[in-house]
């Protein structure tokens, strides 16, 4: 691939951010046409990159080397010039589609901003244009009016609106910052789809920045593989997948490949006989939604009569997608909210949440790594807080030896207890939280998400963890998630669970070869699959033929 | 220095000079405020009294001193006591939310419904004039706003995770607010503080300007402005030192809290760190 052809072409990008150099010498192309997926884990300098290309670094970054678009360098440009581009020749899609929308402007006016601004647009035709635009982007005017407000629409429908944006003026690049990380995993294959379909028709570029190797593996037809600010490996995304050559590459497609079978922690000849750990019977909890003084509040059922089981030492997955209620029923288990209906029974015993002892023998890992830790207490203090259950907390000094000593069986070192939450990376402090979730020896822990917000490697890091307590401990897991490639891979049963109910339940292996109910077969068909995805790539593909032509 | 600290350091410089000025008065000034010395009155700024003397001879720097000790004593004890009442409130109002919320929150806005002066015009013209009623009247619509920005803050951290771990080590309400709601909002409170303590500053001037206040004999920077207006075609400079004090303190505590927001807000902390 020569210069000329070159959409987008990075030569030799050197980012500085107060004084750390982050990226270095970072070479990369881009043809009309083409997508290149932006692979790496967090750090690896990837939405930076995306970021330098659009003039967008954080003030006080220091840039060197050229950003060539069509050939002219961006890197010397003046910041009105590049207002003049971005938006015009690229647009721009980022993660989060909650806070990329101005919640206080009906989402018609934001799409037509952009053409009345660029595009030299009357309000009028700007409108019309608009109502096109999101047409395209799937929201017809019939069903998604112009004057909705953000609000008022789902995360995947602001994404939606957030592309119509971006293609707007049909840019000739578009960059997608992790677009869909954000999102249920049916969304996500449908806004894939969508920009998929958008770089066909329009014939822009496409720079998808991710972390996630399946999508790549669906989108690209180019991947650079990044870390630590440079390029490792680059080339078509068929051959790198299927064959990577660096070492980084291979460690990174194998942490991505889940196990597709759970392993059986140790000998559990009790198993399915063994009484309940967890009962949840016929459990309904209803959220009352607005009313007030004079209005009369209407009621929804956020979790309708479900029923579930874990027994001693069991990993169970409970999976679903955003609102399903999933959340709501562990605030239940975790007798932090009362059902309104249905019964919660914890080693036979009727558990409402106001019991210490039965309390203690459940605890909870969180998905935000940094937000589950007070940042003005130290580890010690953070670990032990779960002591308060045992009634009297231990003095100081024992409190410290006791985290001392769990810190290092979750892999860590004792002398962190003194340290601050803040000062750890976002694996060491999922192993904070698992050390918090241990000290009242726990017979169920709840993972909540525990390890969606982790790269690849730490996150076969943590589970080979959560593998090791299980088998040493015996203790059970009830794992909830949205990612039904780590579900399937370490848990023994499933509940999936739609719309507050429980609509397949079985063992992992079964359900996720054979689905019965029609959601559990849409939920699989959704989720990205590297494999398959690289199966379906051997195929002939004549579009990807054309692109390179 | 950027303009940010050095706004924080002037703020700094200027409340605790006035601190510092009043609480030197509580034990010496340069003359006696309640000695009246009629043939030296109403002197221009001079060597012997540095700011001048008022209508009935006594020395203006002394007044401004002993002034400064009353108008920040009543202001600070009264933000201290709505402080002291309105950030429970708010606490308790987050932390059970449902109709203790409802009852708190509309109970507040009740006090807000009136202008802070009025409502401070109602309660000394119903209790009489004095300090002591200054104080609570200004102290009375302290509480909502302490209770408003305390609840507020303090919702947002019951939805975060620490705080559902909290709950899930088995910790009540109350426990949880005094650990982790309260420690989280000291910063947000600091700042509110300073601000509340400049606003009751104005207040209690206000109060002492129209006689609803500090009552002679002790002086007050409120008394002062009053005293001064009949006669400031005579000793202009009368009006104008309490005047300044008044500004530059309300200044100084105004620049104290926002340069303490600043620093403590670590969404506004080191700008190159967030994105443009």
Not at chain 1, 156 to 168: K, L, P
Not at chain 1, 233 to 245: D, K, N, T
Request: charged share 20%; aromatic share 4%; net charge positive.
């Amino acid at each position: 691939m020569n210069q000329q052809t070159a959409l987008l072409s990075i030569e030799q990008l050197q980012v500085c951010i107060a004084g750390r150099p982050l990226i270095h010498g970072l070479d990369l192309q881009l043809r009309a046409g083409q997508i290149l997926g932006l692979v790496g884990e967090s750090g690896s300098g990837k939405s930076l990159t995306a970021l330098s290309i659009l003039g967008l670094l954080p003030r006080g970054a220091q840039r060197a080397g050229r950003i060539l678009l069509d050939g002219e360098d961006l890197l010397t440009k003046s910041e009105r010039a590049l207002n003049a581009i971005r938006g015009r020749d690229i647009g721009m899609v980022f993660q989060e589609p909650m806070t990329a929308l101005n919640p206080l402007i009906p989402i018609g006016e934001q799409v037509a901003e952009v053409l009345r601004l660029h595009g030299g647009l009357a309000r009028r035709a700007a409108l019309a244009r608009a109502a096109e635009l999101l047409e395209r982007v799937g929201l017809p005017a019939a069903r998604f009016g112009l004057e909705r407000y953000p609000h008022q629409l789902s995360g995947g429908q602001r994404q939606r609106v957030a592309i119509a944006i971006a293609i707007a003026l049909k840019p000739r690049l578009l960059i997608a910052d992790e677009p869909t990380t954000a999102l249920d995993v049916s969304t996500q294959a449908q806004i894939l789809e969508l920009l998929r379909r958008l770089v066909r028709e329009e014939g822009c570029a496409l720079l998808l920045v991710t972390h996630d190797l399946a999508v790549v593996a669906e989108l690209a037809d180019r991947v650079a593989v990044l870390r630590e600010g440079g390029v490792v490996e680059e080339g078509a995304a068929q051959s790198v997948l299927s064959h990577p050559r660096e070492a980084y590459t291979q460690g990174l497609l194998q942490h991505s490949r889940l196990p597709r079978q759970a392993p059986r922690y140790g000998d559990r000849s009790d198993g399915a006989d063994a009484a309940p750990l967890l009962e949840v019977r016929e459990l309904v909890r209803e959220y009352r939604l607005g009313g007030g003084l004079f209005a009369k509040p209407t009621g929804l059922r956020a979790v309708d009569g479900v029923s579930l089981t874990v027994r001693p030492g069991e990993t169970v997955g409970l999976v679903g997608e955003s609102g399903c209620g999933k959340s709501t029923l562990l605030r239940a288990i975790l007798g932090l909210d009362a059902p309104q209906g249905g019964e919660i029974r914890l080693q036979g015993q009727v558990y409402t949440g106001r019991e210490p002892a039965l309390r203690r023998r459940v605890q909870i890992v969180f998905q935000d790594p940094y937000g589950s830790f007070d940042p003005r207490w130290r580890v010690w203090q953070l670990v032990a807080e779960p002591l308060h259950l045992l009634g009297r907390m231990p003095d100081p000094a024992e409190c410290r030896r006791r985290v001392g000593a769990l810190l290092e069986q979750v892999g860590l070192r004792a002398a962190d207890a003194e340290r601050f939450a803040h000062e750890f990376s976002g694996g060491q402090r999922q192993r904070i939280a698992i050390a918090r979730a241990l000290i009242t020896e726990p017979a169920l822990i709840v993972l909540d998400e525990a390890v969606s917000a982790l790269d690849v490697s730490i996150r076969a890091q943590i589970l080979a963890l959560l593998a090791r307590l299980a088998r040493e401990r015996g203790i059970a897991y009830l794992f909830v998630s949205h990612d039904l490639a780590v579900v399937r891979a370490i848990t023994e049963r499933v509940y999936v669970m739609a719309q507050g109910r429980i609509v397949e339940s079985g063992a992992t292996q079964e359900v996720f070869e054979a689905p019965q109910h029609p959601y559990t077969a849409r939920l699989l068909a959704a989720t990205p699959d590297l494999e398959r995805a690289l199966a379906a790539r051997a195929l002939p593909q004549p579009l990807v033929d054309l692109a390179e032509a | 220095m950027s303009p940010r600290s050095w706004s924080l350091r002037l703020g700094l410089v200027l409340s605790l000079g006035f601190v510092a000025l009043a609480l030197l008065a509580l034990w010496w000034t340069p003359f006696d405020t309640a000695q009246l010395a009629v043939a030296e009155r109403l002197q221009g700024p001079g060597a012997r009294h540095w700011l001048g003397t008022d209508q009935l001879g006594r020395d203006v720097l002394s007044l401004l001193m002993r002034g400064a000790a009353t108008s920040l004593g009543v202001a600070l004890v009264a933000v201290a006591v709505g402080a002291g009442l309105g950030v429970p409130l708010g606490l308790w109002a987050a932390a059970r939310g449902g109709w203790v919320d409802e009852l708190i929150m509309r109970a507040n806005d009740v006090v807000f419904a009136f202008p802070s002066l009025l409502l401070a015009i109602l309660i000394t013209t119903w209790l009489g004039p004095g300090a002591l009623n200054a104080i609570l009247a200004i102290a009375v619509f302290n509480i909502p706003v302490f209770a408003r920005i305390v609840r507020g803050g303090a919702l947002g951290l019951w939805t975060r995770e620490f705080i559902l771990a909290a709950r899930v080590a088995g910790k009540g309400r109350l426990r949880i607010s005094a650990e982790h709601v309260l420690p989280n909002l000291a910063g947000l409170l600091l700042v509110q503080l300073s601000i509340q303590l400049s606003l009751g500053l104005l207040a209690e001037t206000g109060l002492s300007y129209l006689g609803l206040g500090t009552q002679p004999p002790l002086p007050s920077w409120g008394r002062m402005l009053a005293d001064a207006q009949t006669l400031t075609a005579l000793a202009p400079s009368l009006a104008l030192f309490p005047g300044l004090a008044v500004m530059l303190a309300v200044l100084g505590f105004n620049l104290l809290g926002d340069g303490l927001r600043d620093r403590l807000d670590p969404r506004l902390q080191g700008q190159q760190g967030a994105v443009r």
